[in-house]
């Protein structure tokens, strides 16, 4: 399982960068082809409410795997403190959807203001 991403509220960064690979071959996941996107649904750790889809941009042109998100636009602004979970989801145009099975961890704390 990968680390604890610790976040706190009302921030926009840090950027997150994945690498996506595809378990069965050990190489990097290709989302360079036009109609795929990489998201990411926020939620606070078990519940069934889905906080936020975060949209995932290519760090460089996608046949790496590697994709970027952050919290801009005020993901984290009204969430309180505490664990949260993230699901990565890639669609492909034609090919239908993919669920990565390993969640992301977030630790959110209060900020001091």
Do not use: H
């Not at 952050?70 to 993230?86: K, M, P, T, W």
């Amino acid at each position: 399982m990968a680390d604890t991403i610790r976040l706190v509220k009302g921030d926009a960064k840090p950027v997150v960068i994945l690498t996506l690979t595809d378990e069965s071959t050990d190489s990097a996941l290709d989302v360079s082809p036009s109609g795929t996107t990489v998201s990411v649904r926020f939620r606070k750790a078990n519940t069934d409410t889905l906080l936020s889809t975060i949209n995932c941009t290519n760090v460089t042109n996608g046949t790496d795997g590697k994709v970027q998100f952050d919290f801009s636009g005020g993901i984290l602004d009204n969430v309180d403190a505490g664990q949260y979970e993230g699901e990565v989801v890639v669609t492909t145009s034609g090919a239908g959807t993919q669920t990565v099975y390993e969640l992301l961890s977030f630790r959110v704390r209060d900020n001091l203001t």
